[in-house]
């Protein structure tokens, strides 16, 4: 286990022992290790590189380290930045999880349950990796769908995030009311610059999936420059589109399974618009 | 001081709606701020501290010197033949100290707790995935681990039975065939038929107990060639001659030491460890360690039965009940352990607590290659208690009544009689606590409050929106039997000695955290009037008490506890009352002070037992009972324990999403014999009724346990807890219990889901015939 603070050291670490793993917070990690699946041959503690604990402005973005945690991304002066993360943050398991548990790691994981995940899809972030060879740029969603990998000595630095100063939402259905792993959840943003309006659907398939042409037609229907005001009947449309994009009917006869996945699906990807519409 | 007296204040004031007369005895007019004692008081538990600050030793704490540390080889497959198994390659191990398999066992192959029909090792079969196959000792827990992953054993997969209704026509899964169990209770007329009938088809599934600290257990090998094993054994003294029967031991060669017990609402320890672990210690001479993982703990214990099962009940057109009909299908697992009599309490209680003319149940138990079943609390009535609520609701939508209402019309009472023809001899007030939940005013709606501060489904900040959110208020009435049923022989020992003033009950009843340590202290208190009491730890060399299951403690271990404490105050008074010239009765110990009937005698009781030692060991055995016969006709059960319960719900009708706002409760107690205690026990059953209604399930597919874990197995957390309202303690004593009390602890596991299940019936209009109820199933129109 080496514990570097900056994160060239840690690249370092990771180039001179090509077999080391970089652990952050470890919730996910360190149980697989306690469970006997993984054994790492050693530990880069990510712990220690305060550049990556904070975030800073960089022309009309966010550049967010890749070691902030969610109990930090929950509190409100984040929350008034990128509400939607704050959001997913809060909701990503009890405290202690929360308190441990960082950014960097949900990605790197990629857990298809990762709260973080449909946010930042929405939000199209940009990851920042850092390795031997300099920085390089990569879209989260590259990596999440495994278009591009991390390679031997590569860290997520930072994930840029656009600021975009108007409402977004996370909402997830689970299991239980205390915290708990996500059978659906939705990110969605609005993009009033770009008159867009950017939706992702987490858990329900291996990475967070966009419906891009529901996206599309609903933005179209959005008087931007007005109230912002959808008719319930659009609502219930984008809901039943997002669906039906998001969860395929697998077969004939339709499981009855997939029937509710894909409701609950519709009814968040329609509450979700409907409160970013309104609030 | 304040921080306790606050605390009993309010677990006081919870229980106060109907019990008036609870203060501690003599507390008026001590001066000093007084400690509770006695039966009655809200006495805390010994080890409370410790537990808190987590200084408390668990099996898993434990420690010797040179141990070595045991890993055990699970099967991978439900349902496979083994073909060969090669431990060379694991004892070549650097640091592997022994490898042991099915030919190492010294004695008998087979074992359970009641019936000895599971390997200790599997050797020709494994019959579910999770069965041993074999351990290995090693000086490092990860050698073990790695040791026992290296162990090469070739499997002919087989096709699993998983469905128990395939289990009747597969091949022989077991040399003692797949029914375990077949019970056709036959009471009244099977011709006759009501006005109006309702069918069901109610599914059950597979709670896991999940106790809090997984199993874990040291075993160290004694000179005389016997073997201790230190566990968190809940029945120690079966768990020492089914060890001692496997080594190839004399009984009394092998002691069973119980540890702090870290959570047990089903049979602690899981033999599967233990007995490997005792073997190891033979084998290698050295102390051994086993602590299990999460997943080797929910792959190994007894779950509680999935269950089957198809009703229909007639009533006449005022909802009297007039015939229930039911088939009742359990699945035991792969092997017997407890569920003959799980099956039991289903068939004799499939009626609910109500009244029922004519009665026709078909009960059966079979083998299959899923997850084992065996003793859970409230087994077998659970299950049965979310079908017969079900069908009441049926029929109340059937018949346009109230379903408190039809409830009431039909409710058992004391001299009624059940389906097996057994007469209910004991309080019965089951109308009085229906009364009492149905009666209490609900619970406000949030919308006086501010809408951030609603808890929706879905918790806060969660999916949950108002407009979709429909309330709904549903019933649930259960039973159960205390005691082992249908001839087991109850008996617990108990020994008191007091010493200069200070006493110690000697008694092999484990407090599983139902607080029988804490009840054993409350009797001598009451009865010899000392302060001090301590409980001493409980090992085999103990005289047996039996498990700690179906409230048995309280009554047969408090009974003997009584006993002794009442002999020992006989041996106190005798020299005294001898000098008076009066009988021991005329006596009486209150307050730390003897005093005679008419005053003129009195001394503390510290004075009187200064010097001496005085020691008495009874025993308690309650009235016997017998088998169902081939009608399932029997007096099988000693005593019956009522509990009825409203629950209120929100469910978030489009996603399905469930939150339990409040459950009132009002339980049939008997007595009360430490209020704090009481209400603990009652919340702590209800929450685990609300895991079973909602979100427990162990999942299998084709007999593989999936997700073994705590994320993959959602226990109710504090926000998933509902507010528990305690309306009502019935105090009616049960003259045969030892101080008239009942056992508290099952009967709101058992009619908890029942109640949720109802509540969301109300509230979706959905038939909810699932448990636990599944998101699917509470997604109801917006208009219905």
Redesign the interface.
């Known amino acids: 286990m080496t514990l570097p603070a900056s994160l060239d050291e840690a690249v370092a670490a990771l180039t001179a022992m090509p077999a080391a793993v970089p652990v952050a917070g470890g919730t996910d990690l360190m149980a697989a290790v306690?469970?006997?699946l993984l054994r790492p041959a050693a530990l880069v503690g990510l712990g220690r590189i305060n550049e990556i604990r904070g975030w800073q402005y960089q022309d009309g973005h966010a550049l967010l380290g890749a070691g902030l945690t969610h109990a930090r991304m929950g509190r409100p002066d984040f929350a008034a930045l990128i509400p939607a993360l704050a959001?997913a943050a809060?909701?990503a398991g009890?405290p202690q999880i929360r308190n441990a548990g960082t950014l960097g790691g949900n990605i790197a994981s990629a857990a298809p349950t990762g709260d973080a995940l449909p946010v930042l899809a929405a939000l199209e972030a940009v990851l920042v990796i850092v390795g031997p060879g300099g920085q390089r740029e990569i879209p989260v969603s590259h990596l999440l769908a495994g278009r591009e990998m991390l390679r031997p000595g590569e860290l997520i630095g930072f994930v840029r995030v656009p600021l975009l100063h108007a409402p977004q939402v996370f909402?997830?259905?689970?299991?239980?009311?205390?915290?708990?792993?996500a059978?659906a959840s939705v990110g969605l943003v609005l993009d009033p610059a770009r008159r867009g309006v950017r939706c992702a659907i987490g858990a329900v398939a291996p990475m967070p999936l966009r419906p891009l042409e529901a996206e599309q037609w609903v933005a179209s229907l959005i008087d931007w420059d007005g109230g912002r005001i959808l008719a319930p009947e659009a609502l219930e449309a984008f809901g039943e589109y997002v669906a039906a994009a998001c969860v395929p009917d697998q077969g004939e006869p339709v499981a009855?399974?997939v029937?509710?996945l894909r409701?609950?699906v519709a009814?968040?990807a329609r509450?979700a618009l409907g409160r970013a519409l309104t609030s | 001081m304040s921080g306790q007296d606050a605390a009993t204040a309010t677990a006081t004031a919870a229980v106060n709606a109907t019990v008036t007369a609870m203060t501690v005895p003599g507390a008026a007019e001590a001066a000093e701020p007084q400690v509770p004692r006695g039966i009655g008081a809200s006495v805390e538990a010994a080890d409370t501290r410790a537990k808190t600050e987590g200084t408390f030793p668990y099996a898993a704490d434990l420690w010797a010197e040179g141990l070595l540390w045991a890993a055990v080889l699970r099967s991978p497959h439900a349902h496979a033949r083994i073909l060969s198994i090669d431990t060379k390659a694991a004892a070549e191990m650097p640091g592997v100290r022994a490898v042991v398999t099915h030919a190492d066992v010294p004695g008998a192959t087979t074992h359970g707790r009641r019936i000895a029909d599971r390997p200790v090792f599997a050797h020709d079969v494994v019959r579910h995935h999770g069965e041993p196959i074999a351990a290995v000792a090693a000086d490092h827990p990860d050698t073990a681990?790695l040791a026992a992953a290296a162990i090469a054993v070739e499997y002919e997969l087989l096709d699993p039975v998983t469905d128990p209704e395939q289990s009747f026509g597969a091949p022989a899964l077991h040399p003692d065939g797949n029914l375990i169990r077949h019970i056709p209770l036959r009471y009244g007329d099977p011709e006759a038929t009501g006005e109006v009938v309702v069918e069901g088809l109610y599914r059950i599934g597979r709670q896991d107990p999940a106790p809090i600290g997984a199993e874990a257990g040291l075993a160290v090998p004694r000179p005389d060639g016997g073997v201790e094993l230190y566990t968190a054994s809940t029945d120690p003294h079966t768990d020492r001659d089914l060890a001692a029967a496997c080594f190839g031991l004399e009984p009394d060669r092998v002691r069973v030491v119980v540890t702090g017990v870290p959570g047990a609402t089903a049979d602690r320890e899981d033999a599967a460890f233990q007995l490997p672990l005792g073997l190891l210690a033979l084998r290698t001479g050295c102390p051994v360690k086993l602590a299990a993982?999460r997943?080797e703990s929910f792959l190994g214990h007894t779950h509680r039965h999935p269950t089957l099962l198809r009703y229909r009940h007639h009533a006449d057109a005022e909802g009297r009940l007039i015939k229930v009909e039911a088939q009742i299908l359990m699945d035991a697992g792969a092997y017997a352990d407890a569920s003959a009599e799980s099956l039991a309490a289903a068939v004799a209680f499939a009626c609910g607590p109500y009244v029922v003319p004519h009665a026709f149940v078909e009960g059966w138990v079979v083998r299959t290659n899923n997850p084992p079943s065996g003793h859970v609390r409230g087994e077998g009535a659970m299950q049965v208690c979310a079908a017969y609520e079900g069908q009441m609701d049926k029929l109340a939508a059937a018949l346009g009544i109230d379903g408190a209402e039809l409830r009431m019309r039909n409710v058992l009472a004391t001299g009624d009689l059940l389906p097996t023809g057994q007469t209910v001899t004991c309080p019965a007030p089951v109308a009085e606590l229906l009364r009492s939940v149905r009666d209490v005013e609900l619970p406000a709606l949030p919308k006086d409050a501010p809408e951030d501060e609603w808890?929706l489904?879905?918790?806060p900040?969660?999916?949950g929106?108002p407009g979709?959110v429909r309330r709904g208020v549903g019933y649930g009435v259960g039973m159960v039997h205390m005691l082992g049923a249908e001839g087991t022989d109850e008996v617990s020992t108990a020994t008191v000695k007091v010493i200069g003033g200070a006493a110690t009950v000697i008694c092999a009843a484990v407090d599983t955290g139902q607080g029988f340590g804490t009840l054993a202290r409350q009797i001598v208190q009451e009865v010899l009037g000392v302060d001090e009491v301590a409980v001493a730890p409980v090992d085999t060399d103990q005289p047996p008490a039996g498990p700690s299951a179906h409230g048995r403690h309280t009554w047969v271990s408090g009974g003997a506890v009584e006993r002794a404490a009442k002999m020992v105050r006989t041996q106190l008074l005798q020299p005294m009352a001898h000098k008076l010239g009066m009988s021991t009765e005329l006596l009486q110990i209150q307050d730390g002070r003897i005093t005679s009937y008419d005053g003129a005698f009195s001394m503390s009781v510290a004075e009187a037992m200064a010097g001496k030692e005085l020691w008495a060991t009874a025993q308690c055995r309650p009235h016997p009972t017998e088998p169902l016969d081939a009608d399932g006709q029997g007096d099988a059960f000693v005593g019956l324990a009522f509990c009825a319960i409203r629950a209120v719900v929100d469910v978030d009708i489009?996603?399905?999403?469930v939150?339990v706002v409040e459950l009132a409760v009002a339980q049939d107690v008997g007595r009360i014999l430490n209020p704090r205690q009481l209400e603990a026990r009652i919340e702590a059953g209800v929450t685990q009724g609300v895991g079973a209604a909602?979100?427990e399930n162990l999942r299998t597919v084709a007999g593989l346990v999936r997700h073994p874990?705590l994320?993959?197995y959602?226990l109710?957390?504090?926000?998933?807890s509902p507010t528990v309202r305690i309306v009502k303690l019935v105090e009616e004593r049960d003259v045969v219990a030892p101080f008239g009390a009942k056992a508290a602890s099952a009967v709101p596991v058992v009619t908890t889901p029942a109640a949720i299940a109802s509540a969301v019936r109300a509230a979706t209009g959905r038939p909810v015939n699932r448990l636990p109820i599944r998101?699917?199933a509470a997604?109801a129109a917006p208009n219905s």
């Open positions: 306690n469970a006997g959001a809060r909701a009890p909402l997830k259905a689970t299991g239980r009311t205390g915290p708990g792993r059978v009855p399974g029937l509710h409701r609950t009814v968040l509450r | 681990r993982t997943e808890l489904p879905g918790g900040e969660g999916a929106e979709a489009e996603l399905g999403s939150r909602l979100t874990d994320t993959g959602a109710p957390t504090a926000l998933d998101p699917s997604v």
